[in-house]
């Protein structure tokens, strides 16, 4: 099969995961399973990728515009009257049934935020009582609500038990949280806090990058699967696009060496990032730089297709080469919804689930990479427009 064709099939059973592995009750409407085995449930940050995925459902023709529209309404409309909130931030999992918490969950920034991008790609998409009920919702979030105003950042996470802990306080995949919290129409937050984290810099062979914690890979792509950086740099002239080309090199490049390590690990097995692995699941997973001079990552050799395919943007050629050999020569990788999570060959292992998080970086990196179309509806959103211009983005 030639690659333009595996690409196409990877999106379409993506989204088929995120189409049918959805919640109807009346009071759940639209939430998305967490991962097809943990069944009743659903992930905040699933269903910003699968109204994301929307758009491409309809263009591509898996789905008609009439039902995009009706599953985005109804979702949003359960978001703004069902699904439990604090001070407009959302818990992060969700029961696909009630819209209540679920395992003592966080009310989550972040997954928040990838919410409300979804819910962005959405209304710019169909446009009318879509976009009224996006409104409504991004209106009643309240940014200042989750900043720690001492250390000029955004709390790291808040639940009912022990209030607030941690901070945002280095670079990772949340710069939508700052883009979001400045266009605030209601509740911004002051730019200065995007410029408050540390940008640690790091090398791996000749490649300098202003790293993550642990140099996972969706750290590095999750903003980008919404905004387009290429084309834009910050007031201190960070390219943020570049820097995740280098990244996903130096992931490429230790992948590739560490093949006299770890059997699953080569230069067509690659893309260490958070996922399901032997030992259930790791977000520590990553390659170097990464912190407290390159220590901070992990590896047992487990590999997920979504950390190469999330990069589809960022390196193409080497990607292409990647997923030509997950399709051809691990057929124990496929399933209904394409690639399973992850596979660890000194380990005999295959992942018995999809991730909805991993399956939707795969969605939006391959539709930017085959269309561009969710850069452009992001990037045609007068909200973000108007936040990364208080951020002090600029052209190049």
């Not at 064709?5 to 919640?23: A, G």
């Not at 959405?122 to 001492?150: D, K």
């Not at 306080?169 to 605030?184: C, F, K, P, T």
């Amino acid at each position: 099969m030639k690659f333009e064709e595996i690409l196409d099939l990877e999106e379409r059973l993506s989204f088929d995961f995120f189409w049918k592995e959805v919640s109807l009750s009346d009071r759940g409407y639209g939430l998305i399973r967490d991962n097809t085995k943990d069944r009743n449930v659903a992930s905040i940050a699933s269903v910003g990728f699968g109204l994301s995925a929307l758009p491409a459902g309809v263009e591509r023709g898996w789905i008609t515009r009439k039902s995009g529209e009706e599953r985005a309404v109804k979702t949003l409309k359960s978001f703004l009257n069902n699904v439990e909130s604090k001070e407009g931030f959302f818990v992060h999992f969700i029961d696909m049934i009630e819209g209540r918490r679920a395992y003592r969950s966080e009310v989550s920034v972040i997954d928040t935020a990838l919410f409300l991008m979804g819910g962005l790609v959405a209304a710019e998409y169909f446009g009318g009582e879509t976009s009224e009920l996006f409104r409504t919702i991004y209106g009643r979030v309240n940014f200042p609500w989750y900043v720690n105003g001492e250390r000029n950042c955004f709390y790291m996470g808040h639940n009912y038990e022990r209030g607030f802990w941690g901070g945002w306080d280095r670079y990772a995949e949340q710069i939508i949280m700052y883009v979001l919290g400045a266009a605030s129409p209601t509740c911004p937050t002051d730019p200065s806090l995007y410029y408050s984290f540390a940008r640690d810099r790091g090398t791996y062979e000749e490649l300098e990058v202003i790293h993550t914690y642990t140099g996972s890979l969706f750290t590095y792509q999750f903003s980008h699967a919404w905004i387009d950086f290429r084309k834009i740099r910050d007031r201190d002239g960070i390219d943020w696009f570049e820097n995740s080309v280098r990244a996903s090199l130096a992931n490429w490049k230790y992948c590739s060496s560490e093949g006299k390590n770890y059997r699953t690990l080569h230069e067509r097995s690659w893309g260490l990032t958070a996922c399901d692995s032997p030992d259930g699941y790791r977000g520590d997973f990553g390659a170097p730089p990464s912190a407290k001079s390159n220590t901070a990552h992990r590896t047992d050799g487990t590999v997920p297709p979504c950390g190469a395919l999330g990069s589809i943007v960022f390196v193409p050629g080497i990607v292409e080469e990647t997923v030509k050999h997950y399709y051809e020569n691990t057929p124990e990788l496929w399933s209904e919804y394409g690639f399973l999570d992850a596979y660890n060959l000194d380990r005999n292992w295959v992942s018995d689930r999809v991730i909805g998080i991993d399956k939707g970086i795969t969605l939006l990196m391959i539709e930017n990479y085959r269309s561009g179309m969710i850069w452009e509806l992001t990037m045609g959103s007068q909200f973000i427009k108007t936040g990364l211009e208080r951020l002090g983005f600029s052209q190049r």
